[in-house]
Nanobody, 123 residues
Framework: QVQLVESGGGLVQAGGSLRLSCAASERTFIGRTMSWFRQAPGKERKFVAAITWSGGTTNYADSVKGRFTISRDNTKNTVYLQMNSLRPEDTAVYYC????????????????WGQGTQVTVSS
């Protein structure tokens, strides 16, 4: 039973933009904090951004602040990650995750994960 499906990844040149989408089942989405994590080749998965159910709280990893924006459309059960000014070091598999009603940026607090979408930034 697939609950989170990411899309929007691809190959882009440095300085370019991509928008990732994550479509969730209603049960996985409603009332939950949603997040994006990423995993570069040979490295651990790391927090990128998170947003609470109301959208009133958002948080970003220092490495993406000012370049990435997380948002959500609660009428569509979808969370987005707008990525601008992309850099080669942003290359990774990006994962969408659903947590609880509380805000968190800890991987262990997110129990539902998508399959990931590849983002490759060429120099």
């Amino acid at each position: 039973q697939v609950q989170l499906v990411e899309s929007g990844g691809g190959l882009v040149q440095a300085g370019g933009s991509l928008r990732l989408s994550c479509a969730a089942s209603e049960r996985t989405f409603i009332g939950r904090t949603m997040s994006w994590f990423r995993q570069a080749p040979g490295k651990e998965r790391k927090f990128v951004a998170a947003i609470t159910w109301s959208g009133g709280t958002t948080n970003y990893a220092d490495s993406v602040k000012g370049r990435f924006t997380i948002s959500r459309d609660n009428t569509k059960n979808t969370v987005y990650l707008q990525m601008n000014s992309l850099r080669p070091e942003d290359t990774a598999v990006y994962y969408c995750a659903a947590g609880s009603s509380r805000y968190s940026s800890l991987e262990s607090d997110f129990g539902s994960w998508g399959q990931g979408t590849q983002v490759t930034v060429s120099s």
